[in-house]
């Protein structure tokens, strides 16, 4: 069965950290760029960040300088270190893979899998 799984959510006070973690069974994510996208409460989905398969980053402009995405091939997992948290970080991360045939590409569109999403909350 194909699928990826988040873990790391929380509850966490306001410039507090958190790490979450997508890992993927049944496939590898060699061949795949990964996203992380959330979703709040109330809130249409966003992506957050995303990593291509050569390890190229972007960045909402909302996380730049606070979020940072990094991926382990060799455990098939993707990683969001999520520091100086804010309320309205608050949200389900979702983590999402996109195959890819090219190296540098990574973005928001056309995923091929998702996660069931963890839940993030940034309050005191």
């Known amino acids: 069965q194909l699928q990826l799984v988040e873990s790391g959510g929380g509850l966490v006070q306001p410039g507090g950290s958190l790490r979450l973690s997508c890992t993927a069974s049944g496939f590898t994510l060699d061949y795949y760029a990964i996203s992380w996208f959330r979703q709040g409460p109330g809130k249409e989905r966003e992506g957050v960040s995303c990593?291509?398969?050569?390890?190229?980053?972007n960045y909402a402009h909302s996380v730049k300088g606070r979020f940072t995405i990094s991926r382990d091939n060799a455990k098939n997992t993707v990683y969001l270190q999520m520091n100086s948290l804010k309320p309205e970080d608050t949200a389900v991360y979702y983590c999402?893979?996109?195959?890819?045939?090219?190296?540098?590409?990574?973005?928001?569109?056309?995923?091929?899998?998702w996660g069931d999403g963890t839940t993030v909350t940034v309050s005191s």
């Open positions: 999402a893979a996109d195959f890819r045939s090219d190296y540098d590409y990574c973005g928001f569109i056309g995923m091929d899998y």
């Open positions: 990593v291509s398969r050569s390890g190229s980053t």
